[in-house]
């Protein structure tokens, strides 16, 4: 069974200083790997994925990710945070679809941004 | 683009009452998710449906839950009895067709912040 880590429970982080939130997986095939930010009170927003190619991916909002395969790392940065950044993150890694599709996410970094 | 409307935003009820809450995928949208977050076991995935069948409800808690998609634009989540145990924020997600990747992202609603007292 696919799992996700998230080392990090809070992250603090001042305005304009570069941001790095870690994601480690645990899947057994090649992974979709997912970015989701959450805003108090809001859903969850997609901000970047990774199935292949390229294993640095470009996201929205400002944000990158790199995939590891020999770390089963999916690490996502941004260089210059701002204080619309402040808010939760999920990493989720996605099933094949023989696997039935599921997302698996992790426990979520909460990022509070300081002026 | 309409996302993914969840209604109510807001449910607080005693315990004992039936909560039904509502879910309108994107239009399009072929798969649907209800998933449930807490500050105790964070996201979790409740049931999910392909093309209005559910798949895999092993994530429903117990029988007090459950899940219909009557067709295309709708889904229901409901809890008969409520307990305050179910207070949480549920939300709904669609996503469109796999196709031979597999690899469409999900949507999220808003999600319902539910209480029960």
């Known amino acids: 069974a696919q799992s996700v880590t998230q080392p990090d429970i809070h992250i603090t982080v001042s305005e304009g200083a570069s941001l790095e939130l870690r994601c480690n997986y645990s899947?057994?095939?090649?992974?979709?790997l997912f970015w989701y930010v959450q805003s108090p009170g809001q859903g969850l927003q997609l901000l970047l994925k990774?199935?292949?190619?390229?294993?640095l991916v470009q996201g929205i909002k400002g944000f990158e990710a790199e995939f590891k395969r020999s770390q089963s790392s999916f690490n996502l940065r941004k260089p210059s945070v701002h204080w619309s950044d402040a808010a939760e993150y999920f990493c989720?890694?996605?099933?094949?679809?023989?696997?039935?599709?599921?997302?698996?996410f992790g426990g979520g970094t909460r990022v509070l941004v300081k002026p | 683009d309409a996302g993914v409307i969840q209604s109510p935003r807001h449910e607080v009820t005693e315990m004992g009452q039936e909560v039904t809450l509502r879910c309108k995928p994107i239009?399009?949208?072929?798969?649907l998710f209800w998933y449930r977050q807490t500050m105790m076991r964070g996201l979790e995935l409740l049931i999910y449906?392909?093309?209005?069948?559910?798949?895999?409800d092993s994530g429903m808690p117990e029988d007090r839950f459950s899940a219909k998609m009557p067709n295309a634009s709708f889904s229901t989540l409901k809890i008969q009895p409520s307990e305050p145990r179910d207070s949480a924020v549920y939300f709904c997600?669609?996503?469109?067709?796999?196709?031979?990747?597999?690899?469409?992202?999900?949507?999220f609603g808003d999600g319902t912040r539910l209480s029960i007292l």
């Open positions: 990774y199935f292949s190619g390229d294993t």
């Open positions: 997600a669609s996503r469109g067709s796999q196709g031979a990747l597999g690899n469409q992202p999900q949507h």
């Open positions: 449906f392909n093309n209005n069948v559910p798949i895999d």
């Open positions: 899947y057994g095939a090649t992974p979709y």
């Open positions: 239009s399009g949208h072929n798969s």
């Open positions: 989720a890694v996605g099933a094949s679809r023989a696997a039935g599709n599921k997302l698996t």
